[in-house]
């Protein structure tokens, strides 16, 4: 397994179950050490729980006794800042992720994606240099979840924290990255970087997008095994493609953001 | 949740009502019976102490008289109680226990002396400073605690020196090692039985100095408590008892082997070591009579002493015995011969 | 109204409605069984000599004693339990060397075991601390291993992601997550400590809620004041009670 993640930039990972996801993120975190092999971050290799990552669990891992606002305020906690600073810091964050009304709130009086935010804003506590973010959003149901997928980019835009994304979601990662990283199934390698043709910012008209569309059947080929098919198919269809282009895309109307 | 404790409630109530509903009440004797059955409680464990009651069942002395005797172990404050229920027809207490007992509502009567002259004693080495109730200000008293009848007989006899238990330097030994640590030199006194401790001491070589109460204050020993229903409704076979045992008590002052036989025969456990058990009984025996009891017979109760006991606990601080209390409500001879 | 007042309130009702229950059916016995006052004195009785003996100071210096018996032996032997129970939690080994030790302590009855410590420390207060102590032990290092030994291990990941030392995984970490446990087993052991203390006092002492049941029963025949000193060991266990749960809700609050 062997890709470079770019400065300010956000890639997906994308891969089926046991493909090492999960695994993969703990290697970059340095929760774990690889047995061979190398990974830095700005040439300097990556130390034991290096704070230069900030992570970002599947569940939002918050300590439930405590509140929304003392839970973002923990690194820096843990790493000896007063509790003055630290609070004012945690205030701001929360104020990131849109959540700075429940800042007094315990976690089990959150909501699931109110806790979530939560997770991530303290993951930035630290002003990490990369936030890596593993299934964050899997737990949500689907429309939270696209939601989250624009705040995502919206927190990215404001921050420019570089990001990268565990998921096995097609479309979350089309849409957030710049740059996909598919996985083969266990054990797991590098079957493909494909690379994501959307302009920034994106839209949700984007998703329906011919160019999404395209890059959505790229992913799904790698993750099937069939790269080759895929060319093939893709010849035949380029002539009716051609033409639907020229014609111009129908009207779209996005209920988020109003007609297009 | 309220219905919930409302049955719960109910359940418990009855519950109880029908554990308890076994409470004895009183039945009149009915005539005439093969054997009366009597409960008998003597003391916390067997002891030779009891000969005259071994005796009286081995000899069949109760049977003789139509009684069906059993014997059971209890400790003083639970016998009272138990005595006072009914549920033990006689037993053997304190005397110094039936006066604040029926000052608080027992209904019990102390109805035969058995021991005419008070156990509790204290000893000190003999060959030390202390050879009477005035030498023990400041020095060092070994005690179990500070209640029952050793309690009130050392308050009695300091009171007779003029002193208090604030004068002596009172060390408590709830195991009732008190006579060990006098042996062993850590205290200058200590309370005992006038038949046990200095006995053991003695048979080691340590002789002691005995300070007793009998002509200080004269306060009840053990003797034979019956609750005052069961007087009313077991009268004859209570007289028939308290002569089979004053009898067979007699006999074993005039010969005391004849005891240490029957309490043998009677507890095979303590067999085990019959000379030791034949000192005790030696020891004991003069206990069970005073000039009073020589000169009125064997368990008579002098009321002028229990007279002045009376007024001596009553007077003791912490003492919550009424001042209306009298004689005539502690002890009674009509069971006597 | 709050759910805490309605909480409150409704637990107020709960307890009220019990002890109602509970004092009528104590004076229909008494009524109907014809107890007479020194086998089961009817409860106006006991309720008379409990204010008359707190009034004139009867129970007053005895409940003082074995109060201070319980708190100091319940911090000793809860805080050395903690201890235990978070070795124990922490290493395998500790809990299969010490196990063996623990069950038989707490096997052996404290009823046997009171005559000998008193008979090793006295009869003043180190002994009654000791079987307090001893007696609380077992509960709370078991509650507090089996706390930390369920503490997530997702939140242990978490702290490790950020760095924490040991000592911060205790702190911050594994001891709130416990608190539930470790407070649950102090529960028990607030009332074993009252079983304690009682069980201290009667193996040798001369001031104590044990001692005066004993002066009551034996010297005094003062059957009332028996059953007004049970009485107020009775409050003394449940006041010690609330007074853990109270500190559950202080330090855990409700974060379920």
Redo the contacts between chains.
Sequence with gaps: MSFAVPEHGISAVLGPNGSGKSTLLRLI?G?LEPDSGRITIEDQPVG??D?RVG?V?Q?P?L???RTALDNVA??L??AGVGAAERRERARSLLELVGVSGFADA???QLSGGMRQRVAIARALARDPQILLLDEPFSALDALTRERFNAELLDLWQRTGTTILLVTHSLAEAVFIADEVVVLSKSPGRVVARVPVPLGRPRTQQMLESQAFARTASVLRAHLAGTPAELAAEEARAAPVRDVLETAGAPAFFDPFRGAS | ??FA??V???L??AA??VG??S?PTPTPEPTPTPLTKLTVGLGYIPSVQFAQFYRAQQQGYYRDAGLDVTFQNE???NL??LV??GAVDVGVADGT?VI??V?????IKYAATIYAQFPDIVIAAANGPIKSAADLKGHSLGIP????SS?IMLQALLASAGLTANDVDIR?Y??FGQAVALQQGQVDSATAFRNNEPLQLAQQGFATTQLTIDQITPLPGPGLIVGTATLTTKRDALTAFVTATLRAMDEIVANPQLGLDDTIAQVPDLGSNRDSQLAVLQATIPMWSSPYTQLHGSGAIDQDAWTKSLDFMRGLP?S?IPSSLAVDQLVTEELLP | MSSTRHAWR?TL??VG??AV??V??WK??VV????????LPAPEVVAQRFVSAWADGTIAPHALATIQEIVIGFVVGAGLAVVVGYLLARSPLAERLLSPYLVAAQATPILALA?LL??WLG?GLAPKVVICALIVFFPVAVSTMVGIRSVDR??L??G?????TRW?VFR??EL??A?PQILGGMRVGATLAVIGAIVGEW????KGLGVLI??A???????PLMYATLLTIALIAIVLYLLVVLAERVL?????
Excluded at chain 3, 160 to 164: F, G, I, L, Q, W
């Design positions: 975190s929760l034991t729980a704070q992570l669990f569940e891992r300590l439930p006794w923990f690194p906690e843990l315990r976690p089990h | 949740m309220r404790s409302w719960f409630g109910l418990f109530a109880l009502v308890c509903s409470a400790i003083d404050p009272i109680t006072g229920q226990s604040p007992a000052g608080q509502g027992v209904p605690g500070e209640y029952g309690w408590d709830p195991d912490g919550n | 409704s009702l709960s409605s019990a229950v509970f009528v059916a229909l016995i109907i069984a014809n107890y007479p006052p020194f086998i005559p008193v008979l009869t997702r939140l990941e978490l490790r992601s950020m760095r924490a911060q911050f970490l709130p997550a608190m193996a040798g002492a001369d004993n002066l029963r034996g010297s005094l025949f003062d059957f855990v609050g409700s974060w379920r």
